[in-house]
T-cell receptor, first 113, second 113 residues
């Protein structure tokens, strides 16, 4: 089955700096890569996603890049703000297939004011 | 659109006791998932239903965990008997087959003492 690895496990940045979180996946059939943000005690919330027919997607301060050949994808947050502090999870699944989603172990991002 | 409903929000039980969690997915979502999230880790898929059929239960500890989705709508997840290591948040999620991403419920935080 799919195996998703995520790095780093913790990340601390200064407000205004950029943050990058990287994930790799093992199943070449995976074609959908969402990113979730989870604040303490709350449910994971989808913040951005990318399909395998696209190399990059941007939504305001958040962008995701995908390298299908290398089987890795990354989350980029620019101009970080304290409210970006949370745990971020990457995931991979096969839409149109069995659609099960496997998650990375998470990255705890701390943005220092 | 109503979200994914889960109950209870919190549950404390002693080891070797039984417990059941309930999930009501978003109306019309054929696929329902149960995830276990241990503190500090990413969600781990326990079982996936497509309507009322099981698609993937490879990571479900079947000696103590069971789940059902009668009539392809609501689902219950049961643990019998519980162990200390079952302490976690149990997240239910649902998706339409070809739709982007999942919607998670608020989860049930289980503490086994």
């Amino acid at each position: 089955g799919e195996n998703v690895e995520q790095h780093p496990s913790t990340l601390s940045v200064q407000e205004g700096d950029s943050a990058v979180i990287k994930c790799t996946y093992s199943d070449s059939a995976s074609n959908y890569f969402p990113w979730y943000k989870q604040e303490l005690g709350k449910r994971p919330q989808l913040i951005i996603d990318i399909r395998s027919n696209v190399g990059e997607k941007k939504d305001q301060r958040i962008a995701v890049t995908l390298n299908k050949t290398a089987k890795h994808f990354s989350l980029h947050i620019t101009e970080t703000q304290p409210e970006d502090s949370a745990v971020y999870f990457c995931a991979a699944s096969t839409l149109g297939g069995n659609n099960d989603m496997r998650f990375g172990a998470g990255t705890r991002l701390t943005v220092k004011p | 659109e109503a979200g994914v409903a889960q109950s209870p929000r919190y549950k404390i039980i002693e080891k070797r006791q039984s417990v059941a969690f309930w999930c009501n997915p978003i109306s019309g979502h054929a696929t329902l998932y149960w995830y276990q999230q241990i503190l500090g880790q990413g969600p781990k898929l326990l079982i996936q239903f497509q309507n009322n059929g099981v698609v993937d239960d490879s990571q479900l500890p079947k000696d103590r965990f069971s789940a059902e989705r009668l009539k392809g709508v609501d689902s219950t997840l049961k643990i019998q008997p519980a162990k200390l290591e079952d302490s976690a948040v149990y997240l239910c999620a649902s998706s339409a087959r070809q739709e982007n991403g999942y919607t998670f419920g608020s989860g049930t935080r289980l503490t086994v003492v």
